[in-house]
């Protein structure tokens, strides 16, 4: 019996009585505030370069390269230094058979010309022998026509005239020979000329095949911006793709990208914090100074659009701002004062209008001026009959069972 009177006494301390106080408010009761609010919107990017020396893919007569060896990047390189090299096989190849096509070329032209001398060399001589044999005959017809009988006479006067025939017909295959020669001569050159030509493209491609630094300076690679990663040995890259590039560490600023969904929301003239990941603790303030005009895929084939964002830098710090560092970036949007400040999640945006609910139940319609990621400013309340949002009012999650 004592220890069933006990119990009843316990219970009695446990069991909270009708007319007590009312528990405590949760912790995370939402409720209306009003103060200032600043949009912010992250992105991410990397330092980049405002000027740089780039190497290019070169142009040879084969579109598409085969990287050969890289540089790693980082590496502090001095002018002339090699930092990149395809495969010139193809090249090597050719150029050997192009000397060849030379040589033959050569040796086409010196037999040809060595021809075309003794040739034109008969046919001098046939025209010294009808110039000789042409004297003759003048001088046989030139006899008075009474000294030899008439048909004497007439065969002298018709021999002249066959003999000049044959001293024009000389001197025309003379002239002949030696335009021909000429002409045969030009053509044999002019293949010589072009294979010599060609042995020297071929030599200047197999030397392009190296890309070597225009000036001392650090090595950073290229990206394939549709694969989302840099350029790797073994890859396969266009003519006046950029490989490698010097940047100018003077000249800095961060390239950031702006999805397309947040079109709008950042402007030229915005201040931003720059963060680079590997100095967390040495935050950079910076301006926005140029925003794309059209998006682009953020990869190949992919259905994400984002515009480039260019944010300035004031100043230079060499030791740690170097290319293609990370960057996390803070824009400082719109900003808003005094203004009615409404928990994020206690606004139902599928509604139309978006409204708030009370704990009590009261449904209150809202505009949105802007948000940030926990907290919306309010612009007015929707309906002008509807009753005010009174500062400290609590309200439902959107979703949250009365």
Same mark, same amino acid.
């Given at each position: 019996m004592r220890r069933w009177k006990w119990s009843l006494l316990l219970a009695g301390l446990l069991v909270p009585r009708v007319g007590d106080a009312e528990p405590a408010a949760s912790s995370d009761a939402l409720t209306v505030t009003r103060g200032?609010?600043?949009?912010?919107?992250?992105?991410? =990017?990397?330092?980049?370069?405002? !000027?740089? $020396?780039?190497?290019?893919?070169? /142009?040879?007569? *084969?579109?598409?390269?085969?990287?050969?060896?890289? $540089?790693?990047? #980082?590496?502090?390189?001095?002018? =002339? &230094?090699?930092?990149? $090299? %395809?495969?010139?096989?193809?090249f090597t190849a050719a150029l050997a058979e192009k000397r060849l096509a030379a040589l033959q070329a050569a040796d086409d032209l010196d037999k040809l010309r060595a021809q075309n001398e003794l040739t034109t060399l008969d046919k001098a001589a046939?025209?010294?022998?009808? &110039?000789?044999?042409?004297?003759?005959?003048?001088?046989?017809?030139?006899?008075?026509? #009474? !000294?030899?009988?008439?048909?004497?006479?007439? $065969?002298?006067?018709?021999?002249?005239?066959?003999?000049?025939?044959?001293?024009? +017909?000389?001197?025309?295959?003379?002239?002949?020979?030696?335009?021909?020669?000429? %002409?045969?001569?030009?053509?044999? &050159?002019?293949?010589?000329?072009?294979? /010599? /030509?060609? *042995? &020297?493209?071929?030599? +200047?491609?197999?030397?392009?095949?190296?890309?070597?630094?225009?000036?001392?300076?650090?090595?950073?690679?290229?990206? *394939?911006?549709?694969? /989302?990663?840099? *350029?790797?040995? =073994?890859?396969?890259l266009d003519q006046g793709f950029t490989v490698v590039s010097l940047p100018d560490l003077g000249t800095m600023r961060v390239k950031a990208m702006l999805s397309d969904v947040d079109d709008g929301r950042v402007a030229v003239g915005m201040k931003a914090t720059c963060t680079i990941d590997a100095f967390s603790e040495q935050p950079i303030e910076g301006v926005v100074r140029e925003i794309a005009p059209v998006a682009r895929e953020t990869s190949q084939n992919s259905q994400r659009r984002a515009f480039d964002v260019i944010i300035e830098l004031p100043g230079i710090d060499r030791d740690r701002m170097l290319p293609g560092l990370s960057v996390k970036i803070e824009i400082h949007g719109r900003e808003v004062h005094d203004a009615t400040l409404v928990p994020r999640r206690a606004i139902d945006f599928d509604a139309a209008p978006a409204h708030v609910r009370s704990v009590d139940g009261q449904t209150y319609p809202v505009d949105v001026a802007l948000c940030d990621a926990k907290v919306c400013a309010l612009r007015s309340v929707a309906d002008a009959s509807a009753a005010p949002l009174a500062t400290g009012l609590r309200l439902r999650a959107v979703g949250e069972a009365p």
């Amino acid at each position: 019996m004592r220890r069933w009177k006990w119990s009843l006494l316990l219970a009695g301390l446990l069991v909270p009585r009708v007319g007590d106080a009312e528990p405590a408010a949760s912790s995370d009761a939402l409720t209306v505030t009003r103060g200032d609010l600043q949009e912010r919107l992250l992105l991410t =990017g990397a330092l980049d370069a405002v !000027s740089a $020396e780039n190497l290019t893919v070169p /142009r040879t007569p *084969i579109w598409v390269l085969q990287l050969q060896w890289l $540089e790693v990047e #980082g590496t502090q390189v001095h002018a =002339g &230094q090699k930092v990149a $090299e %395809f495969d010139n096989s193809a090249f090597t190849a050719a150029l050997a058979e192009k000397r060849l096509a030379a040589l033959q070329a050569a040796d086409d032209l010196d037999k040809l010309r060595a021809q075309n001398e003794l040739t034109t060399l008969d046919k001098a001589a046939d025209v010294d022998k009808a &110039q000789a044999e042409l004297d003759k005959a003048r001088a046989t017809a030139a006899l008075p026509r #009474g !000294s030899l009988p008439e048909r004497d006479w007439q $065969e002298n006067q018709l021999d002249l005239q066959r003999k000049q025939v044959a001293y024009a +017909k000389a001197k025309d295959d003379l002239e002949s020979q030696k335009k021909s020669a000429a %002409f045969d001569a030009e053509v044999k &050159q002019i293949a010589l000329d072009k294979s /010599r /030509r060609e *042995i &020297q493209e071929a030599e +200047k491609a197999t030397q392009d095949m190296e890309l070597k630094a225009p000036r001392d300076g650090i090595v950073v690679i290229g990206d *394939i911006p549709w694969l /989302r990663r840099k *350029i790797e040995v =073994g890859d396969t890259l266009d003519q006046g793709f950029t490989v490698v590039s010097l940047p100018d560490l003077g000249t800095m600023r961060v390239k950031a990208m702006l999805s397309d969904v947040d079109d709008g929301r950042v402007a030229v003239g915005m201040k931003a914090t720059c963060t680079i990941d590997a100095f967390s603790e040495q935050p950079i303030e910076g301006v926005v100074r140029e925003i794309a005009p059209v998006a682009r895929e953020t990869s190949q084939n992919s259905q994400r659009r984002a515009f480039d964002v260019i944010i300035e830098l004031p100043g230079i710090d060499r030791d740690r701002m170097l290319p293609g560092l990370s960057v996390k970036i803070e824009i400082h949007g719109r900003e808003v004062h005094d203004a009615t400040l409404v928990p994020r999640r206690a606004i139902d945006f599928d509604a139309a209008p978006a409204h708030v609910r009370s704990v009590d139940g009261q449904t209150y319609p809202v505009d949105v001026a802007l948000c940030d990621a926990k907290v919306c400013a309010l612009r007015s309340v929707a309906d002008a009959s509807a009753a005010p949002l009174a500062t400290g009012l609590r309200l439902r999650a959107v979703g949250e069972a009365p």
